[in-house]
């Protein structure tokens, strides 16, 4: 994007009350643990990296929205998750699907 990349224009989303809760995922090039990690504390709830097969990307759509059903405040889960120490997917929802 010329303007600003995907992470500001999360922050950005997230910094407006009628957009904190809509659902985000970063579907991007960059592929590392650092890049995903970063992709999370901005605001996105799940960080794809491409190329990304068409039925991949449907099942992590699914997977969020049947989460965010359940689960109101599971993004500071996730954050809580990815920013500690390692990642540690032990804590995070049973049914989650990484998909990297």
Avoid: C
């Amino acid at each position: 994007m010329p303007e600003m990349d995907g992470l500001q224009l999360i922050r950005n989303l997230r910094g407006r009350p009628e957009f904190k809760t809509v659902p985000a995922i970063a579907l991007t090039g960059y592929a590392s643990q650092l890049d995903a990690k970063s992709a999370i504390s901005a605001g996105f709830e799940l960080h794809l990296s491409k190329p990304i097969d068409p039925s991949d990307l449907l099942a992590a759509v699914n997977n969020l929205i049947a989460l965010r059903g359940r689960r109101k405040t599971w993004t500071e889960d996730i954050v809580s998750a990815t920013l500690s120490s390692r990642f540690a997917t032990e804590s995070l929802p049973a049914d989650w699907v990484s998909i990297s």
